[in-house]
Each structure stands twice: as structure tokens, then as C-alpha cells.
């Protein structure tokens, strides 16, 4: 299997610049996790999704952050318009059911870095 | 929202038995717990599972006691590759915010 595919791996842009994240989750799972990673908050769940459904966006930090999933084996997180601030690690995960009792699957990232 | 407390960081050599212990003391009646290891520039991996009692599997041990308000990991004989940030998680619901908390960076050395 090929596991949780993200891309970009890096992206630097500017302030104020539309930002797009994507994630290909694993064949067959039914959940997907946006989660953002700094040095200050650690590892916080953004949003989730259970068959493409959003379930929970209570992690989102504003209006400018927005996520789609517009089928099973493919998400978005979109940034716009983008700050300072976002810079940190994005990671998606994804999961075969549940949110407790099954383990989650992660991508290697995207690497976010706004000038 | 069951919120974990973890060490913030262990040193170990090589070839030690390292135990890492989580706690949760608000943990639900339906929360499994769960461990993740993190090298840098990688998400988080995943290590064991568990609801009450021990697990075991090929790299790790999973102690959780009667009241599951805590749980220990357990990596046997580690080597340095074991060097990594390791997240105790414990499930809040499914309406609820996951919290991997701070999680504990293991130093491993020779």
C-alpha cells in the first residue's frame, strides 16, 4: 500500500498568497485528519472527515482556513489569505473507521512557510 | 476532553528498557489508548494500541492498569534508531477535539 500521499512536501509563498495542501488517503479509509504541527502548540487537529463528510472543524483556527473533500481519495486544505503566523507542519492522516479504537495513518507532511 | 500527561524528555543507552508512562485521568468508558513515535520530517507512527491490561506486539508493550488512568509504553532493549518524540493519544469522543499533547522526545546513546 502506498500509504498517505501529500504534496507539496515544502511550500514557501508569500503573505497573503492563496496556499493549497492535498492529500491522498489510503484506499479504503473512511476518516481523514488535517492536523497542523508547531514548536509552540504541538500536533492540533484541524478538521475531520468520515466519507467525505466534515465532521468536526472546530480545530480550524479562522475563516481563512477551509477544507474539501470532494471524494474518497482525495482532500484539500486551503489557506487564503495566508499569513506569518500558518507557518508550521501539515499533516493528514487517515484511518479505517473511528476515531479512538483504530490507529491513524500519516503522511510525511507539507512544510509550510509563509515570508 | 481527555487530556495526556507525558514526560517532556528521557535519556537511555543502548540496549535498555525504556518506559514511558502517559496519563489520562479523564479518560471515557469507550477510549482506547494509543502510542505514536515521530522522527523529524515524518508523521507520526504508529506503535501500539490498547484498552486495558497489556499488549504486546513485535516492538512494544502497552501496560494500562485497572482504572486506565494511566499507561505505560514499553520498548525493550532500545537502539538508537529508537531515538524519537513518542505521543501517548487517548480518544475524546467522536464529536470531540484529539489532543496528542506534548509528547515525550527519547534520547538514545551509545
Keep these: 500500500d502506498a500509504g498517505v500521499i501529500q504534496s507539496p512536501r515544502h511550500e514557501v509563498t508569500e503573505m497573503g498568497q492563496e496556499v493549497t495542501l492535498r492529500c491522498k488517503p489510503i484506499s479504503g479509509h473512511d476518516y481523514l485528519f488535517w492536523y497542523r504541527q508547531t514548536m509552540m502548540r504541538g500536533l492540533e487537529l484541524l478538521i475531520y472527515f468520515n466519507n467525505n463528510v466534515p465532521i468536526d472543524d472546530s480545530g480550524m483556527p479562522e475563516d481563512r482556513f477551509s477544507a474539501k473533500m470532494p471524494n474518497a481519495s482525495f482532500s484539500t486544505l486551503k489557506i487564503q489569505p495566508s499569513e506569518p503566523r500558518d507557518s508550521a507542519v501539515y499533516f493528514c492522516a487517515s484511518s479505517i473507521s473511528g476515531i479512538s479504537n483504530q490507529p491513524q495513518h500519516f503522511g510525511d507532511g507539507t512544510r509550510l512557510s509563509i515570508l | ?110
Design chain 2, 1 to 110: 476532553l481527555a487530556k495526556t500527561t507525558q514526560p517532556i524528555s528521557m535519556d537511555s543507552y543502548e540496549g535498555q528498557e525504556v518506559n514511558i508512562t502517559c496519563s489520562h485521568n479523564n479518560i471515557a468508558t469507550n477510549d482506547y489508548i494509543t502510542w505514536y513515535q515521530q522522527f523529524p520530517s515524518q508523521g507520526p507512527r504508529f506503535i501500539i494500541q490498547g484498552y486495558k491490561t497489556k499488549v504486546t506486539n513485535e516492538v512494544a508493550s502497552l501496560f494500562i492498569p485497572a482504572d486506565r488512568k494511566s499507561s505505560t509504553l514499553s520498548l525493550p532493549r532500545v537502539s538508537l534508531s529508537d531515538t524519537a518524540v513518542y505521543y501517548c493519544l487517548v480518544g475524546a469522543g467522536t464529536a470531540s477535539k484529539l489532543t496528542f499533547g506534548t509528547g515525550t522526545r527519547l534520547q538514545v546513546t551509545l
